[in-house]
DNA sequence: TATTGTTATACTCTATAACTATA
DNA sequence: TATAGTTATAGAGTATAACAATA
């Protein structure tokens, strides 16, 4: 296990050559788990292709526009990374004209950080993606399943926290 | 997103810091999807602790496991990473004595890997883990839901490759 | 003194391309 | 010529620590 039970950022994916055996794993929540979620991954970014951001940039955009004038520092903090991690990132995402950095009238120490119209519409557009995904998601689920497969989830989710 | 439907080997957590919005992705099975494998992964680590290698090392350990003799070539197909990404790796395990290496005979360019007693050790200790992890995601999927949560993580996985 | 954001530095994982030694 | 493995180099993502400006 490895990739087994690995979290992912570039994980590649498990591959299965001809004649190459994996061991008794098939039969493991974990490792499956792990399989459909790369598998998942593996087609939103095949479904976005060109107009894709990074995810880290994309998780940007995101937190950004449900969050306007946020700093930072909570936006590292939302993000789980480094404040120093966003510096770069940010004089990117600002470089293309897709957020908007302005100092914070309240503390000169911080700014704010909002989405341009650009951004907006960039995020809209891999909303889009992500929204076509999940349908495709949720045809294999099974309409009937879905319920049941999300509380399953989130089960998870909870129980491991 | 980005995070949100990204894949994972160092993949940061996911924080919802207080009065941080999300926007509307609870809803998404991609994203639960992935917030499920985040958390399955985070606690995996946290109960191998020391005992731990990295993800990367425990899928070359399983690999060698499953498949002795194996060629590097081989591996690196299996692992889904370059075969130049395995030298540097392999030089790890042969040190901490996890892993041989003998020049096949058949073809004096390839090596023909196998695990050591430790190396089997090794695994052995990290697969109780991973079955230790499973019974617990068991008791949180339900016995009577396993089977139909598997079917279609599995449908997830076929239905997108 | 403490905090916001930046910079310097370093570590990990990955890839491509050029190299060697065999085939 | 082609393949197995190595080396050199580079890029992305992350982290810690020290720093300047402001609080």
Redesign the interface.
Known sequence: ?????????????????DG????A?D????F??????????????RRTGEASLR??????L??I???PG?SQT?LS?????DKSTLTPALADLERRGLVERRRAPSDRRSYALTLTDAGREVLRT?SEH?AA??R???????EE??A???A??????A???
Chains 1, 2 share one sequence.
Request: glycine letters at 8%; charged letters at 20%; a neutral charge.
């Open positions: 296990m490895s990739q087994l039970y690995a979290e992912t950022d570039h994980a590649p994916t498990l591959a299965k050559p190459v055996r994996l061991g794993l039969e493991f929540v974990g499956t788990l792990r399989l459909a979620q790369e598998a998942s991954f593996a087609a939103f970014a995810p880290g940039r994309f998780a940007i995101v937190l526009d449900a969050n946020i909570e903090a939302a993000a789980g990374r891999l992500a995904h999940d495709q998601l949720d045809a294999l689920v099974g399943n879905k049941a497969f999300l399953t989830l989130r089960r998870i989710v129980g491991l926290s």
